[in-house]
């Protein structure tokens, strides 16, 4: 790479979200899908979620995101965007690696929902024996 970077990038998924997360040298401002964060996660959960690697690693005032996040539900994305900006982080600076990956920030989460089996109300729950 150049020695000036403009941005750095970083991809998070959770579930069925994807993020693209660009972080700018700058003083902390937040823009999900082209509105402010807190517009754009209401919860203040989901709002800790994404703030949590520039807190751990004391960079909250150093960088500007821009984020493009698309699929899932609001929490699911919110994780995402989390694991975009830990994945982007480490990029400016890959000594923040391990302090992240102890917090579980660089792990995707696994987890998928399940599929429905056939003659099952969701994936695992049967209907209702009856005996009669």
């Known amino acids: 790479m150049s020695d000036q970077v403009r941005y750095y990038e970083g991809i998070g998924r959770r579930k069925r979200a994807v993020a693209r997360v660009r972080l700018y040298p700058g003083d902390g401002q937040i823009v ?6 807190a ?3 209401v919860r ?6 994404v703030l949590a690697p520039l807190r751990l690693t004391d960079t909250e005032n150093r960088y500007n995101l821009s984020v493009l ?28 690696r391990t302090v992240l990956r102890r ?10 929902k399940e599929r429905k089996k056939a003659g099952l109300k969701r994936a695992r729950k049967a209907p209702q024996y009856t005996k009669r």
């Open 44 to 49: 203040p959960q989901d709002r800790l979620d």
């Open 69 to 96: 996040v698309n699929g899932g539900g609001i929490t699911g994305q919110a994780q995402a965007v989390r694991h975009g900006v830990a994945r982007a982080l480490v990029q400016t600076d890959p000594n923040l």
């Open 103 to 112: 917090a579980g920030l660089l792990t995707r989460d696994p987890r998928e």
């Open 32 to 37: 999900i899908n082209e509105k402010d964060l």
């Open 39 to 41: 517009e754009y996660f």
